[in-house]
């Protein structure tokens, strides 16, 4: 709350102090939508949705407090990445979170291994997106005036379901994946109270909810704005090995938060 609230009002402040201001570029998130059901579009803020963490929901709070600036007249953009991955070309990432965490369970088990499933892997869909992704469209559409008052959606327009995200992952770390399919109450109360589960799977049980999301992001605005930019979402499958690869040869990177 001090940081993503506070410290934004902070910022916000700041920026509405500065006589020359051309524009603040603002980072955001798609899950602001909270455990919001069904399509979640790049206009939609408040929908009356449930949270699944802090994170979510001061994240949310920060974004009002933005918007509530540029009804106001600050000169404002707000991108919201989705989950966002290594860089596509290389692999290279600071931290391990996400699907991270199910790579590297993978990575620690033999040939054949085993991996809980909560949900129905087949419907819902993670959406994820390479940080040179991110990166390059914030650095395009931040050169755009006609940019200015817009929040984009960072997001692949294609998010593959939990299916074929394990599938493929699984063919990167070379495994054949036996899935266990488990109650979601079930898998998050073994982590969070079973000794020694959370220590084995080093899997934090928030990151479970991921895993059995409803929301649907679109960024229509986001790929209309980019169109003949070059800058587009690759496809995971294009780039799933590069990963994989990164966290096999640099076992030493955590999920800690960065500063």
């Known amino acids: 709350m001090r940081v993503n609230v506070d410290g934004t009002r902070n910022v916000l402040d700041f920026a509405e102090g500065a006589p020359r201001l051309r524009r603040l570029q603002y980072v955001s998130t798609c899950y602001v939508s909270g455990r919001h059901e069904g399509p979640f579009s790049e206009d939609d803020l408040d929908k009356g949705q449930s949270f699944n963490n802090c994170y979510e929901e001061t994240k949310y709070l ?36 996400g699907p991270y965490f199910m790579i590297r369970w993978l990575l620690r088990q033999p040939f054949i291994a085993v991996l809980p499933m909560v949900g129905d892997p087949s419907t819902t869909r993670v959406n994820l997106g ?17 940019s200015r008052g817009k929040a984009y959606q960072l997001a692949d327009p294609e998010p593959l379901t939990v299916s074929e995200l394990v599938k493929l992952i699984g063919d990167a770390a070379r495994r054949i994946v036996v899935r266990m399919p488990l109650p979601l109450r079930f898998a998050k109360f073994a982590i969070d109270r079973v000794p020694g589960v959370d220590r084995l799977m080093q899997i934090p049980s928030a990151a479970i909810d991921y895993f059995v999301h409803p929301t649907l992001y679109t960024c229509n605005r986001a790929l209309t704005d980019l169109e003949g930019s070059g800058v587009k979402v690759p496809p995971f499958p294009t780039y799933v090995d590069r990963l994989v690869d990164f966290v096999r040869d640099h076992p030493e990177l955590g999920s800690s938060p960065m500063a």
């Open 62 to 97: 920060a974004e009002v407090e933005v918007r509530a600036r540029i009804r106001g007249g600050l000169p404002a953009t707000i991108y919201r990445p989705a989950i966002v991955v290594g860089d596509s070309r290389t692999g290279v990432t600071q931290k391990y979170d």
């Open 130 to 146: 390479p940080q040179n992704y991110v990166v390059d469209a914030v650095s395009y559409l931040s050169g755009l005036e006609s």
